[in-house]
């Protein structure tokens, strides 16, 4: 609330127009025990540090530094040191943005979850493949003509397959649904382009 009331404030002063007409709100993130995540309890997670990764070590003395309560410091290490034995890898800033989406449902609570964020990885990996094996056989094109080749009964039912994920996508993002829509998304790319349709199209 004190964010938007901020930012409302902000806009109408300098502008003097409202800087937007929605809100979107998500759930109390929580960590992958159902716990709120607070300082005091060390059990915090930097967005930077899930993007960019950090060793164990560092991520121990962030967590520790600044306790309300410091005879906690030693707890909080060792839940540090099992949970996370060898710090945090890099996992990347589309698939910390796709975790989020995901996990955006309608409830009250959301529980995050890195092997999400590792699992998104590795999509957004294999969209990266798809996208670089279709520019390695297209680089010297300069222009596509997709519609006569919907001939082959093949292009034809994936061309229905990705209009039929694009009217969901449409749809979950207008009813502000981003966990419908990163489903949709996760499962056109994942099952129906990479699985069958670019396996088809490389002999």
């Known amino acids: ?25 998500t759930g109390l993130i929580r960590d992958q ?18 993007v960019e990764g950090i060793r164990v070590d560092d991520l121990v003395r962030k967590r520790t530094q600044g306790l309300l309560q410091p005879q906690m410091a030693q707890k ?13 890898p890099s996992l990347g800033t589309d698939a910390l943005r796709f975790t989020y989406c995901a996990l955006a449902s ?13 699992g998104y990885r590795n999509f957004c990996n294999k969209l990266w493949n798809a996208a670089r094996f279709v520019l390695m056989h297209t680089k010297n094109q300069n222009n596509f003509n997709f519609t006569h ?11 229905s397959l990705l209009q039929n994920c694009i009217a ?4 979950h993002v207008q009813d502000y649904r981003f966990d419908l829509m990163a489903h949709s998304i996760y499962e056109f ?5 990479c699985d069958w349709y670019v396996e088809l199209a490389k002999p």
């Open 149 to 159: 080749k919907l001939t082959l009964p093949i292009n034809r039912a994936f061309s």
């Open 76 to 88: 909080i290490e060792s839940a540090t040191r099992q949970q996370f034995p060898k710090g945090i």
């Open 1 to 25: 609330f004190f964010w938007v009331a901020r930012m409302l404030m902000l806009g109408l002063h300098f502008t003097h127009q409202v800087p937007f007409k929605a809100v979107y709100i």
């Open 168 to 171: 969901e996508m449409n749809t």
């Open 106 to 118: 309608p409830t009250r609570d959301i529980r995050f979850d890195l092997k999400r964020t590792e």
């Open 33 to 50: 025990d159902g716990q709120k995540m607070s300082k005091s309890k060390g059990n915090v997670l930097d967005p930077l540090d899930v």
């Open 189 to 193: 790319i994942w099952n129906e382009n």
